[in-house]
């Protein structure tokens, strides 16, 4: 299946700091997504990026897709307390509704 | 907003017994998902449905039965609890056609005692 795999498991900085998670994944996709969970709540949509882009700003996020290297990568600048959560990389899951999810990166932003 | 609600946050149900977690969403989305998430195993798809009435087997629906009556409700049934059905419960709705962007409820973290 088309899975995408986060790397760190876990990250821990400071405030203020960059925050930098990886995603891999296996086949061809045509778009990769990015959502937030804080803490015993559901997932949050945060960004979408299609094949043919390299790169997308949303606020303080910065997402890169390298389609020739099959990996994605989403940046948090100048983090917040707020941004602790798992974030996890979702790719199209072999059918035109279903998407499949990776395991997740946990950041926690300490104050 | 999108809005998808789950009936329960918290539900603590007895082995054997028949549960029914309930999903709606405001958005008149075809697609609804049912999902479990452990730690260490992230989110596994247990059944998904495309419009009314219909409905496929994602990747763990041992278990599971699923209902979808009406567009906006999407229920999970389990038809006999075992505690190894323990976890957080997540449903979601998308829109067909484009991006498939899912949006979530909050989840329901069951115990099966």
């Known amino acids: 299946s088309q899975q995408g795999e986060e790397d760190p498991q876990a990250l821990s900085i400071q405030e203020g700091e960059n925050a930098t998670m990886n995603c891999s994944y296996k086949t061809s996709i045509n778009n990769l997504q990015w959502y937030r969970q804080n803490s015993g709540r559901g997932l949050v949509h945060l960004i979408l990026i299609r094949s043919n882009e390299r790169e997308k700003h949303s606020g303080r996020l910065r997402v890169t897709l390298d389609t020739s290297k099959k990996s994605s990568s989403l940046l948090i600048t100048a983090s917040r307390a707020a941004d602790t959560a798992s974030y996890f990389c979702a790719t199209p899951g072999g059918s035109n509704y279903k998407l499949t999810f990776g395991k997740g990166t946990l950041l926690t932003v300490n104050p | 907003d999108v809005k998808v609600t789950q009936s329960s946050r918290y539900l603590v149900k007895r082995t054997g017994e028949k549960v029914f977690l309930e999903c709606v969403q405001d958005m008149d989305h075809e697609n609804m998902f049912w999902y479990r998430q452990d730690p260490g195993l992230g989110l596994r798809l247990i059944y998904f449905?495309?419009?009314?009435?219909?409905?496929e087997k994602g990747d763990i629906p041992e278990g599971y039965s699923v209902s979808r009556e009406k567009k906006e409700r999407f229920s999970l049934i389990l038809e006999s609890a075992s505690t190894n059905q323990t976890s957080m419960y997540l449903c979601?709705?998308?829109?067909?056609?484009?991006?498939?962007?899912?949006?979530f409820g909050a989840g329901t973290r069951l115990s099966v005692l």
């Open positions: 449905s495309y419009d009314v009435k219909m409905k």
């Open positions: 979601a709705s998308s829109f067909n056609g484009g991006t498939n962007i899912q949006y």
